[in-house]
């Protein structure tokens, strides 16, 4: 069974910088759409970016201009380059593939923002 494991979150002051990275276990075929969610405590899983095969890019209005989704076609790797966290963006981050056959989501790693 194949996984998809993030990596990178922690704990980072206000303004500070992150980069999460995902990257499956095995090989996932006919991958056609990555992305990044987030939920806070509370709150309901929301889509923070996402990326398609074509590279057409999608962001939360509330990351636009901080946040940068990419990806290594190569590795099947993606990344979210976060800058200017600010401490509403504290939440467990998932990402999650998109592929023909089905979805795969990871366990989700911890990006807390202090004030």
């Known amino acids: 069974q194949v996984q998809v494991v993030e990596s990178g979150g922690g704990l980072v002051q206000a303004g500070g910088s992150l980069r999460l990275s995902c990257a499956p276990s095995g090989t996932i075929f006919s991958i056609n759409a990555m992305g990044w969610y987030r939920q806070a405590p509370g709150k309901e899983r929301e889509l923070v970016a996402s990326i398609t095969v074509g590279g057409i890019t999608d962001y939360a209005d509330s990351v636009k201009g901080r946040f940068t989704i990419s990806r290594d076609n190569a590795k099947n790797t993606v990344y979210l380059q976060m800058n200017s966290l600010k401490p509403e963006d504290t939440a467990v981050y998932y990402c999650?593939?998109?592929?023909?056959?089905?979805?795969?989501w990871g366990q989700g790693t911890q990006v807390t923002v202090s004030s």
């Open positions: 999650k593939y998109n592929a023909y056959w089905a979805v795969y």
